[in-house]
């Protein structure tokens, strides 16, 4: 990836997420409306510089339906804080499975650009590519995003956490179902230090993790991993998967997201010595 540091604000262009008003994700980043449809063919070509950048701007501008707003007090940390925003566009794939690209970078504003601006592409991967309709922010997503986003970010640090935000926000990017029950039970696992009875293990730790205080729920969530931990095994090993692989895939990813807004709103990883009966 590529970001560019000029000034002290700079804008990552979004795909896959719209909001209504501007929600506030740390100091240094905002999450903006942005409104690119009046940029014609012309006027991208003229703020971009070099043909990768046309290529992908051609390609997301029609998409594009928010944006982040970075600032920093120069160039070198504005440059780091572009870099970390591709975290928060992660944290919110991930906590509303949604895929988002990120794969445009702007001295302006969206709704600001013209040919004197400079666009350029910070990903050349093209991820977030999709027809896709972008998640549309609720309200009460937009009060849980300010209540819990914090808490995410300082789980970041924690490689577990990492990874299994990773799995959760990249998992679309592959084709094969097979492929996407084990990037999502990669991710899954890794929140959990069970090395024994994995399926027994795993599957009472989220129930516990998950539903702490109703135990009908907890039983039918703890019946319902251990059927679908049968299908991930099945996935992972090459056996034929019983059943529907798309559905299979949903659950798990369900599960995951699940997850992760727990460990965002406890602001702790689980704990497998407090999940012990």
């Not at 591709?86 to 702007?106: M, V």
């Not at 040919?115 to 050349?124: F, P, Q, Y």
């Not at 995003?145 to 970010?153: E, L, Y």
């Not at 205080?213 to 099945?234: C, G, P, T």
């Amino acid at each position: 990836m590529r970001f560019i540091g000029t000034g002290d604000v700079t804008y990552i262009l979004l795909s896959g997420i719209e909001v209504a008003d501007t929600i506030r994700l740390s100091d240094n980043v905002e999450l903006h409306t942005a409104d690119a449809s009046h940029l014609d063919l012309h006027t991208t070509l003229s703020a971009c510089s070099h043909p990768d950048d046309i290529a992908v701007a051609a390609a997301f501008i029609p998409r594009i339906t928010a944006q982040f707003r970075v600032t920093a007090a120069n160039p070198k940390e504005l440059a780091v804080a572009a870099w970390n925003s591709a975290w928060d566009a992660l944290l919110l794939s991930a906590f509303f499975r949604t895929e988002i690209g990120f794969n445009l970078q702007c001295n302006t504003a969206a709704q600001e650009i013209g040919a004197e601006s400079t666009l350029c592409a910070t990903n050349l991967g093209m991820r977030g590519l999709t027809n896709s309709p972008p998640h549309k922010v609720t309200d009460e997503e937009s009060r849980w995003i300010t209540d819990n986003h914090a808490n995410a970010w300082r789980l970041l640090d924690n490689e577990r956490f990492q990874n299994a935000v990773h799995c959760l926000a990249t998992y679309p990017w592959h084709t094969m179902g097979r492929v996407q029950m084990a990037i999502l039970w990669a991710g899954i696992e890794g929140m959990f230090g069970v090395t024994t009875e994995i399926k027994f293990r795993l599957s009472l730790y989220i129930a516990r993790f998950l539903q702490p205080d109703n135990v009908e729920k907890r039983k039918a969530i703890f019946d319902s991993m251990k059927k679908l931990y049968n299908s991930r095994s099945a996935a992972v090993h090459g056996s034929k998967i019983k059943g529907d692989t798309s559905s299979f895939v949903d659950q798990s990813a369900d599960i995951l997201c699940k997850l992760l807004r727990k460990c965002a709103e406890a602001n702790a990883m689980p704990d497998e010595r407090k999940l012990v009966p």
